[in-house]
């Protein structure tokens, strides 16, 4: 089964990593990724650009509305996700406490994925 | 990370929210930033034992608080500290006992902070001193560090800077919409400053300065995300990342300066340019044109070229002249001039800024492209004289260094055309 691992963290206190401090998470994050991938069981490693460049669309209403900025105004924000291929829950639970011991801070939220089309745009 | 790396990071992100609003309460710079200080040894007591609270900022501001009530207290009765365990078990505290500090508090709360450290009554340099101090956090020695000068010369500037800021009596009160667009502005301008610091700092420098322009920029995305509909706060933060983008391009192995067109453009960063062009697009939505949108838009068209030969020019100098509308400034002439050259050659070009030779005498950019030009229409000796006016008139060693090969090659009576300065855009008009 397909799962998304949902990646949450303050992005007050990620954006105040320095260039090294982050260069150190991802360096740690890749050697998990790597085993992943090396096992067949990693789909698409997503990172997102800062909530400030995102806009929302508020398609509640007619005509929909466009808003600058994420859709949630929280704690924490969505800053990323990876998809991962796995027998069972425990198993993504054992991948998302590893990415946590490389990455701490934050929460992983882990869905189960009901339709995956990989599309084509190229990476 | 360890677990005082976590701490670390988690005050960084929580001091400017945390100072702003301990700064309404006590109304004093001195008072809210000796709470925060405070407020941060009791979180490095607490927190490894208790994990961090849930809204760091809010524990910061009620623990600084308190513990600045009690030292007044205990300053004017002489009364000793409440126990440590009082304190320690309002680590939760937050989720209760405080009042929730709704968002739009924050928010001018920040921006209160910030224009406190950019008031007009400061020259500049006092501004990003006291930025640096109270907003960022930097020790007065790493300051003075990355200004060249002593510490006790750094401390001298922060003193006269605060007691500057306390005459000038910055109301407390939610401000009006004129008044926030206005602090906006003005905080806008010190950024820019901030980044320019750490962006004209020479590779020796690098370590110490450069560090100034990732500040700027973590302050930029604050700001933006405290005011998110500003099209000139988005376009101020590309400007900015545009700009750092292209760091690693921008020195050789002997730390002289590389110029644009020389630079190699696989040592951009990307990522950066990539989040400035959307906030590019975002701002540009919203059709309220400005001058830090133009001037995003004129690095856009940089980052966009493959190639040196690919950048658009003629956009460029139009730009330039929507800028020189918006905001007349010998400056910005001169920058207009040197895509003027691209586009309509040097004598164009060299035609634009002779009349600015009164105003801009003192301005390494201005003899620079000016030696340039006349090296493209082989008035070698007058190129000379300016090249070398632009030497003696040189900020950083770097640049000095850049208009000495121009000179070098001058001198080697090598009677082909150097396009040299002309390409160089200082982009920071």
């Known amino acids: 089964m397909q799962y998304a691992i949902l990646c949450y963290h303050d992005e007050n206190v990620v954006s105040a990593w320095s260039k090294a401090e982050d260069e150190a998470v991802m360096a740690k994050l890749a050697v998990v990724q790597q085993r992943l991938a090396t096992a067949g069981k990693l789909g698409p490693v997503v990172r997102l650009l800062p909530t400030t460049a995102a806009t929302t669309l508020r398609k509640d209403r007619e005509p929909p509305l466009v808003i600058d900025g994420p859709f949630a105004e929280t704690k924490e924000q969505l800053l990323g996700f990876y998809v991962v291929d796995c027998g069972s829950l425990e198993e993504v639970l054992e991948i998302a406490r590893e990415l946590g011991a490389a990455n701490p801070g934050g929460a992983y939220e882990i869905r189960p994925i009901g339709v995956f089309n990989p599309g084509s745009a190229r990476a | 990370m360890t677990d005082v790396s976590w701490i670390d990071a988690v005050l960084t992100s929580a001091r400017a929210q945390a100072v702003a609003a301990l700064l309404r309460y006590f109304r004093d710079l001195d008072m809210a930033e000796e709470a925060f200080q405070e407020a941060c040894l009791r979180a490095l007591k607490a927190w490894p034992k208790n994990g961090p609270p849930r809204d760091a900022a809010a524990w910061l501001i009620m623990v600084g608080k308190n513990a600045a009530i009690d030292t007044v207290r205990r300053r004017s009765r002489e009364q000793p500290l409440p126990q440590e365990e009082l304190i320690s078990d309002l680590s939760d505290a937050e989720t209760n006992t405080v009042a929730r500090i709704d968002e739009a508090d924050y928010r001018d709360d920040i921006l209160r902070l910030l224009f406190v450290c950019c008031h007009p009554d400061l020259p500049a340099t006092q501004q990003i001193a006291l930025a640096l101090r109270i907003v960022s956090g930097l020790s007065t020695r790493q300051i003075a560090r990355a200004f060249l000068v002593s510490d006790d010369a750094m401390e001298q500037r922060i003193t006269r ?225 300016a090249f070398n006016r632009a030497i003696a008139l040189a900020n950083t060693p770097a640049e000095a260094a850049h208009i000495r090969q121009q000179l070098d090659r001058l001198s080697a009576a090598a009677p082909q055309k150097n396009a040299g300065l002309a390409g160089r855009s200082p982009e920071a008009p």
Request: aromatic fraction near 6%; include cysteine; proline fraction near 4%.
């Open chain 2, 161 to 385: 800077a605060k007691a500057r800021v306390a005459k000038a009596n910055v109301p407390f009160e939610t401000p009006s919409a004129v008044d926030r667009s206005e602090r906006l502005a003005g905080v806008a301008a010190m950024l820019y400053l901030l980044f320019n610091e750490g962006y004209t700092a020479g590779i020796a420098e690098q370590g110490s300065r450069a560090a100034l322009c990732d500040e700027a920029i973590r302050l930029c995305r604050l700001l933006l995300r405290l005011f998110p509909t500003e099209p000139e706060i988005m376009a101020l933060t590309a400007l900015l990342l545009l700009q750092h983008a292209r760091a690693r391009a921008r020195f050789d192995g002997d730390g002289s300066v590389i110029l644009l067109e020389d630079q190699d453009r696989r040592l951009w960063d990307q990522k950066l340019i990539a989040e400035a062009l959307a906030l590019i697009d975002k701002a540009l939505r919203h059709k309220r044109p400005g001058p830090y949108q133009v001037q995003a838009a004129i690095a856009a068209l940089h980052a966009r070229a493959q190639r040196p030969q690919d950048t658009d020019w003629g956009e460029i100098d139009l730009l330039y002249g929507a800028l020189e509308r918006m905001q007349p400034s010998p400056v910005v002439t001169l920058n207009r001039a040197v895509a003027a050259a691209k586009v309509r050659g040097a004598a164009a070009a060299l035609a634009m800024i002779e009349p600015l030779a009164g105003k801009l005498d003192g301005y390494f950019y201005f003899h620079g492209a000016r030696g340039a030009f006349l090296l493209q229409l082989d008035r070698t000796e007058e190129a000379r004289i």
